[in-house]
T-cell receptor, first 112, second 108 residues
Framework: ETGVTQSPTHLIKTRGQQVTLRCSSQSGHNTVSWYQQALGQGPQFIFQYYREEENGRGNFPPRFSGLQFPNYSSELNVNALELDDSALYLC???????????FGPGTRLLVL | GQNIDQPTEMTATEGAIVQINCTYQTSGFNGLFWYQQHAGEAPTFLSYNVLDGLEEKGRFSSFLSRSKGYSYLLLKELQMKDSASYLCAVINDYKLSFGAGTTVTVRA
């Protein structure tokens, strides 16, 4: 157990809908990163949040957005869902200046 | 760009040793991680190499050669519970770039 929690665990949506995924970081960690993992692939970096601001973004369109709150928890929002957005969404928390990222259990999103 | 390569699958016998290789070509490098991921679960941290050489942690060891862009994860005394995907990841500016993972199957 890493102490990183995510909700919900599973979600089914239809194309065009919007979704919000939530992540609570491990105690003492102030940085949250989000990753998308398609079946049979490694996780792909979406973005990272530090001190409530986006700190780096991967190759994902603007309909992927996020927030970080004062307690360091975070949300990932995806608008106008597409079939290809079906994946496992992982969040990872870390402490600034320490490289190791610890992953939560993930949210499995299915878009129909 | 980021290019991280590792074999897709490996099979080994319980009690044996398996070595998973990872080669990388990345635009920056702050270190290399190995994570273990069981099916349907989150990746769990195994090792982190910043400097060249071998890091040993129990049954698992990880090696890094920065000049060659090469790392390996060595799993000794394989157990059935070691059947999982093993992910090689390079960190640069706090961002992890992952390979596609190597699925290791341990047979009795």
């Amino acid at each position: 157990e890493t102490g990183v929690t995510q909700s919900p665990t599973h979600l089914i949506k239809t194309r065009g809908q919007q979704v919000t995924l939530r992540c609570s970081s491990q105690s003492g960690h102030n940085t949250v990163s989000w990753y998308q993992q398609a079946l049979g692939q490694g996780p792909q970096f979406i973005f990272q949040y530090y001190r409530e601001e986006e700190n780096g973004r991967g190759n994902f369109p603007p309909r992927f957005s996020g927030l970080q709150f004062p307690n360091y928890s975070s949300e990932l929002n995806v608008n106008a869902l597409e079939l290809d957005d079906s994946a496992l969404y992982l969040c990872a928390s870390s402490s600034r200046g320490r490289e190791t990222q610890y992953f939560g259990p993930g949210t499995r999103l299915l878009v129909l | 760009g980021q290019n991280i390569d590792q074999p897709t699958e490996m099979t080994a016998t319980e009690g044996a040793i398996v070595q998973i290789n990872c080669t990388y070509q990345t635009s920056g490098f702050n270190g290399l991680f190995w994570y273990q991921q069981h099916a349907g679960e989150a990746p769990t941290f195994l090792s982190y190499n910043v400097l060249d050489g071998l890091e040993e942690k129990g049954r698992f060891s990880s090696f890094l050669s920065r000049s060659k862009g090469y790392s390996y994860l060595l799993l000794k005394e394989l157990q059935m519970k070691d059947s999982a995907s093993y992910l090689c990841a390079v960190i640069n500016d706090y961002k992890l770039s992952f390979g596609a993972g190597t699925t290791v199957t341990v047979r009795a």
